[in-house]
């Protein structure tokens, strides 16, 4: 069991990588906090666990919203006693150039995708720093190192996401907090089939020139995302400090 009794908070657990990723934790002897802004995504993900023996709470909270999060983070530490574990997950796609996009949606996406990852890093700081442990794993993406057509506010998301990883690794290491980030390709989740749907008159030919793209020319499934998270979380990561690390088929050197 490579998370014995850890305890783990996963936002947007609800649906694609972050319920995977909650489904393999608790296999693995975690118990897993399940946020999401959907209640019955976030509930079906808690009972899927509890079905196989795991332990999962569900809470509720928009990762944009201070109240919410900041009662979350109380709530899980009320229950468990500590997080071992966060894991910034929860996010939104954007389609579109600049001159397409209207400021309502890029101000959503910056949101969500950016400040969705400080305020449950902020609230679960203060917990790792007295414990002087802890691992926070941010959902990066691997548009955050290459050009890809009509992604402009999803990619400058997913490369602020890199930049804080870095920058939260360095103000954090003297706690003894590991934070990395993950650049997944693209992975077939519910997230990338609203993608295909909003961004190609024919969902089908933009898979396939999705799946030319990656070397490995095939979509990834959340399982491979999640297995890296995995690793992320657990001491077996022990060295990796600030890193990014790839999911991506080879999606990269497309
Ligand atoms: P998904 O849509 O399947 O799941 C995302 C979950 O986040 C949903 O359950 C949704 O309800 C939840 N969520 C959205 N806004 C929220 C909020 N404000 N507060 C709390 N929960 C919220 O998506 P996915 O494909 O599993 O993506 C998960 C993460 O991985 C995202 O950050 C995404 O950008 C990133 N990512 C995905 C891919 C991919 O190809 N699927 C590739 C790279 C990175």
Redesign the pocket.
């Known amino acids: 069991m490579r998370l014995h009794d850890k305890i783990c908070l996963i ?2 657990a ?5 319920q995977s990723a909650a489904l393999l934790f608790a296999a693995e002897g975690a118990c897993v906090i399940v ?4 209640e019955s ?1 976030g509930e079906a993900t808690v009972e899927a666990i509890q079905a196989d023996g795991g332990t999962a709470l569900f809470v509720h ?4 919203r201070p109240d919410e999060v900041s009662a979350m983070t109380e709530r899980a530490v009320a229950r468990f006693g500590r997080i071992d574990v966060l894991f910034n ?5 954007g389609v579109g150039t600049l001159h397409e996009i209207e400021p309502d949606v890029w101000d959503r996406i910056m949101e ?2 950016i400040k ?1 990852v400080y305020l449950p890093s902020k609230y679960v700081l203060p917990h790792m720093m007295e414990r002087g442990q802890g691992s926070i794993i941010n ?1 990066s ?2 548009v955050a190192e290459i050009g890809l057509a009509r992604r402009a506010s999803y990619a400058a998301t ?1 490369g602020a996401v890199l930049a804080l990883t870095k920058s939260m690794q360095v103000d954090y290491a003297p706690y003894g907090i590991r934070v990395n980030a993950l650049l ?4 077939l ?4 089939e609203d993608y295909l749907r909003n961004a190609y008159d024919d969902p089908e030919a933009g898979l396939a020139s999705i799946r030319k793209r990656q070397l490995s020319e095939q979509l990834g499934r ?1 399982e491979d995302v999640a297995q890296a998270a995995l690793f992320l979380a657990s001491d077996d990561s022990r060295f990796m400090m600030g890193s990014p690390l790839y999911i991506d088929g080879g999606a990269v050197f497309g």
């Not at 909270?61 to 944009?64: E, H, I, K, Q």
């Not at 997950?89 to 796609?93: H, L, P, Q």
């Not at 997944?184 to 992975?187: A, D, L, R, S, V």
Request: glycine share 18%; charged share 15%.
């Open positions: 936002t947007g609800g649906s694609g990588i972050g946020n999401d802004l959907d995504k909270a928009d990762v944009t997950n929860a996010g939104i796609s969500i995708n969705g959902m993406s691997c997913k997944p390709g693209t992975i989740t519910p997230f990338v959340p």
